[in-house]
Nanobody
Framework: QVQLVESGGGKVQAGGSLRLSCAAS???????????AGWFRQAPGKEREFVAR????????MNVDSVKGRFTISRDNAKNTVYLQMDDLKPEDTAVYYC????????????????WGQGTQVTVSS
């Protein structure tokens, strides 16, 4: 069982930066370093969107073309934490951002992750 808690969201002007953190706690079973992780987002009135994923060993897939070059996903297994660094934010990045984790890498991008955080709101004003 894995619990995920996001932090770092907030309000920022266009062009600004935020770093989202996702702290994982594992009640039993494999340590968090054995899980793939990722980020989704959902904007008001829109479907949930897969943003990025990172493997156990740090292999990265950025899924959304509009965030490539601006967002970076990373992890610190010693701290059981996954990060999403967001630079040059745009109003269209406004959404609730969710951290996810799963033992299987492909389940992350398929939206079938076993574990989801509660979400953190990111609001970008123009």
């Amino acid at each position: 069982q894995v619990q995920l808690v996001e932090s770092g969201g907030g309000k920022v002007q266009a062009g600004g930066s935020l770093r989202l953190s996702c702290a994982a706690s594992v009640a039993s079973g494999p340590t968090f370093s054995n899980y793939a992780a990722g980020w989704f987002r959902q904007a008001p009135g829109k479907e949930r969107e897969f943003v990025a994923r990172i493997s156990r060993n740090g292999g990265v897939l950025m899924n959304v073309d509009s965030v490539k070059g601006r967002f970076t996903i990373s992890r610190d297994n010693a701290k059981n934490t996954v990060y999403l660094q967001m630079d040059d934010l745009k109003p269209e990045d406004t959404a609730v951002y969710y951290c996810v984790a799963d033992a299987y890498f492909d389940d992350i991008s398929a939206g079938r992750a076993d574990y989801w955080g509660q979400g953190t709101q990111v609001t970008v004003s123009s």
